[in-house]
């Protein structure tokens, strides 16, 4: 079982960046595919950005392509979210989430990942 614990929050103004990382432990992060969602309060999870286990192939929600960009250290188990151009509506707390099935597809629906972080807020402001 793999552990995930996100870091990188905070609060930006608006056409800022912020880089989120999740670090893994207890397994290597290689086996997993990762993914990146979002929550705020009242809504669903929703998908941000996910890669595959070896990192080369990735997959963004339309909302934050080309803003945003999803990369992966297996060496150093961490997989990190630069966040560029960022809007009010980016505005949420972050989760990254570990797939340990699909070798290959990258999945947007949460109910697809199996071990989850804490989250970290990000909030940017008008």
């Known amino acids: 079982q793999v552990q995930l614990v996100e870091s990188g929050g905070g609060w930006v103004q608006t056409g800022g960046s912020l880089r989120l990382s999740c670090a893994a432990s207890?397994?290597?992060?290689?086996?997993?595919?990762m993914g990146w969602f979002r929550q705020v309060p009242g809504k669903e999870r929703e998908f941000v950005a996910a890669i595959s286990r070896s990192g080369g192939k990735t997959r963004f929600a339309d909302s934050v392509k080309g803003r945003f960009t999803i990369a992966r250290d297996n060496a150093k188990n961490t997989v990190n979210l630069q966040m560029n151009s960022l809007k009010p509506e980016d505005t949420a707390v972050y989760y990254c989430a570990a797939d340990s099935v699909s070798p290959i597809l990258l999945f947007t629906a949460a109910n697809r990942y199996d071990y989850w972080g804490q989250g970290t807020q990000v909030t940017v402001s008008s």
């Open positions: 207890g397994r290597p992060l290689s086996s997993y595919a």
